[in-house]
């Protein structure tokens, strides 16, 4: 399997989740991923057309295809490495976005100070 193909199996499967998409009029997903020291989680935030927030986070069965994504990429990376966190944006037509991260563990991190910041920086990124 591909990195592409990895990636859009795991936007199927994120459009797929009724924990994900539950939101009535949504237009944007922003998830964020991380894969390390044996965990994996993926959540986020699903936006509607006024730019309303709701929280989401996927059923554990679906964190598969992160973990399918992760390894993908690992093993097409020359020096094995693998990615520390993703973050992945999907619109409701169907345009995808993707950024890695290699370096920083604190990137797209949420904390009581910044995650209102978080909130809005996400609803205003382009998919």
């Known amino acids: 399997m591909t990195k592409d193909k990895a990636l859009v199996q795991l936007c199927k499967d994120m459009l797929q989740d009724a924990y994900v998409v539950e939101?009535?009029?949504?237009?944007?997903?922003?998830?964020?991923?991380?894969?390390?020291?044996?965990?994996?989680?993926?959540?986020?935030?699903?936006?509607?057309?006024?730019?309303?927030?709701?929280m989401v986070s996927p059923a554990a069965s679906n964190l598969k295809s992160l973990k399918q994504l992760h390894a993908v990429m690992r093993a097409e990376n020359p020096n094995g490495r693998g990615w520390l966190k993703c973050m992945i944006r999907i619109s409701r037509n169907g345009e995808v976005g993707a950024d890695f991260e290699y370096n920083d563990p604190d990137r797209w991190s949420h904390t009581p100070d910044n995650y209102k910041q978080r909130i809005a920086e996400y609803a205003a990124m382009p998919v």
């Not at 939101?23 to 006024?50: A, F, M, R, T």
């Open 23 to 54: 939101q009535e009029g949504w237009q944007k997903l922003v998830l964020i991923g991380e894969v390390g020291n044996g965990g994996v989680s993926l959540g986020g935030y699903s936006y509607d057309i006024q730019g309303k927030c709701l």
